[in-house]
């Protein structure tokens, strides 16, 4: 049994991360395709609509889903309260906001909000009738099902925008493709769930349930909170192009972060929820979750701060040029994703909340003294605080995990990264050799010259050196092609 949960973890994870990478290769090109067709001003005038949805959204679950995953035995009973409840909050939310889309327009200076507002919020309502079908999937590991549905309604939405943008809809085309993402992965996955809300309603479930759902609600309406503070402080007091190029270069840098920790978290979470009593086993799994998580995003991102310049060379117009340096500075906090997100997700399934509560305050007290320093020096000065922040997130993170898991030391974690991070410094001092060679040549040609190399090396690399994360993640990939007889 624990073999086959072993293997579902591991399965579930490499599932879930090649619909993120594919999810993620989709968005680069089709953001690579908008960024030539709108202008700065644009993304930063979408970067203040969005941050409201993004803040809230997880008023809208309550914490719930995680509750349900969590939980031993779910009945229909559980489902529909859920989901009810699901439904009038993001109703009452998407009522509210709308009303003050007026005032918020005044304050930011932005007279689109009005009009924009109305149409991209109903993603909060759609989004709301999905999330049980969500939550059943995920309990039940079936994370294939999941990431092809993701993927299929990131190329439909990609589209849309796409089309937008060309007809010279400008902002628009980011409303369509924020809104196409939700609308078509509702309704897939009512077409490929069975269960359906039933007149059904216990608010002694809900009770019960939202004691536990609550500091999840808590903990990430705070963490949303200071994730989008930066965009809302830079829209207010510099220029919208200039919260355009942040922004921009804070998504770049997201897709390959965010994709796989949404990844590692959607797995991750219900497989450690069933072996919350069994520490060694929880150990060895996050272990292992965490040394294929740190192979592949070590190189990924070290790769992209040593490529930003060139990508927007070769494939950009040159007034997206001031984005970079923002690029490269947050692409070194995600350098430290891995072990904060794994270390973060025993301590949610491990705790009753508290703890979770205490942690986050600690985060955020420390966020908050590094916003008031960083936010009126400058945007780098920003980009630079945010990297803090995330050194302290990680930090606070993995000593709260070792109260849980003390059989995955400290110092394991470092011997396990070590090897990680010497085979990631010599990949990049090869393809910093490879933009010494080709000084001269076309920014195309240098760029697509670092990747292919990159890419080669680091796998040679671990050939060469017999790298465990490197032969895991060969067994995985053969795994998936049949054997012949």
Same mark, same amino acid.
């Given at each position: ?23 993620? +290769?989709?968005?680069? $090109? &089709? !953001? ?8 700065? @001003?644009?993304? /930063?005038?979408? #970067?203040?609509v ?32 859920v ?12 009522t ?30 759609i ?23 993701? +993927?299929?309604?990131? $190329? &439909? !939405? ?8 060309? @007809?010279?809809? /400008?902002?628009? #085309?980011?409303?369509?493709q ?9 309704v ?23 004691r ?16 989008q ?8 007091f ?13 998504k ?27 520490k ?15 192979f ?19 494939l ?9 340096p ?73 000593l ?15 011997k ?5 991070a010497?085979a990631?410094?010599?990949m ?58």
């Amino acid at each position: 049994m624990a073999a086959q949960l072993k293997h579902k973890v591991v399965k579930g994870v490499a599932w879930s991360t090649i619909e993120k990478v594919c999810s993620a +290769l989709l968005q680069l $090109a &089709v !953001s690579l395709v908008l960024l030539n067709l709108l202008s700065p @001003e644009d993304y /930063g005038i979408m #970067a203040i609509v969005a941050a409201f949805p993004a803040i809230l959204m997880p008023l809208v679950d309550s914490g719930f889903s995680q509750a349900l995953i969590r939980k031993s035995e779910v009945d229909d009973v559980d489902y529909s309260s859920v989901f009810y409840v699901n439904i009038a909050i993001s109703v009452a939310l998407y009522t509210i906001l709308v009303a003050l889309s007026p005032a918020i327009a005044n304050f930011f200076d932005v007279p689109q909000f009005v009009v924009l507002a109305p149409v991209l919020y109903l993603l909060i309502p759609i989004n709301s009738l999905s999330n049980i079908q969500n939550a059943i999937l995920s309990r039940s590991m079936e994370f294939k099902r999941l990431s092809l549905y993701t +993927l299929v309604a990131n $190329a &439909v !939405s990609s589209g849309v925008a796409i089309w937008m943008a060309v @007809e010279g809809l /400008g902002v628009w #085309a980011l409303v369509g493709q924020r809104l196409g993402v939700v609308v078509v992965k509702t309704v897939m996955l009512w077409w490929g769930s069975s269960w359906r809300p039933k007149w059904l309603f216990s608010l002694d479930r809900i009770k019960a349930m939202f004691r536990y759902g609550s500091r999840i609600l808590l903990s990430d309406l705070v963490s949303n909170i200071y994730y989008q503070i930066s965009n809302l402080f830079i829209g207010k007091f510099y220029t919208k192009a200039e919260l355009g190029y942040y922004d921009r270069g804070n998504k770049i840098k997201e897709m390959p972060v965010t994709s796989t920790i949404m990844a590692v978290l959607n797995v991750t979470f219900p497989a450690f929820s069933r072996q919350k009593d069994d520490k060694p086993k929880l150990a060895l799994n996050a272990r292992k979750v965490f040394v294929l998580w740190a192979f592949v995003m070590l190189p990924l991102m070290g790769g992209l701060i040593f490529v930003a310049e060139d990508m927007f060379r070769a494939l950009l117009p040159e007034v997206w040029l001031p984005a970079v340096p923002y690029l490269q500075i947050l692409s070194i906090g995600g350098l430290l994703a891995p072990l904060s997100v794994i270390s973060f997700n025993i301590v949610k399934v491990c705790s009753d909340g508290k703890m979770i509560f205490r942690i986050e305050f600690v985060k955020k007290l420390i966020a908050t003294a590094v916003l008031a320093i960083t936010i009126p020096i400058s945007i780098r000065a920003i980009a630079w605080g945010q990297v803090a922040i995330f050194v302290s997130d990680m930090i606070v993170n993995t000593l709260a995990a070792r109260h849980y898991v003390r059989e995955w030391s400290l110092w394991r974690r470092i011997k396990d990264v070590v090897p990680i991070a010497l085979a990631t410094l010599a990949m990049l001092a090869i393809v910093s050799g490879v933009g010494h060679l080709l000084t001269g040549a076309s920014a195309l040609v240098v760029f697509v010259a670092k990747i292919v190399v990159g890419i080669g090396s680091y796998a040679l690399l671990g050939e060469l050196f017999r790298l465990e994360a490197w032969r895991e993640m060969k067994e995985i990939l053969v795994g998936y092609f049949p054997k012949r007889k």
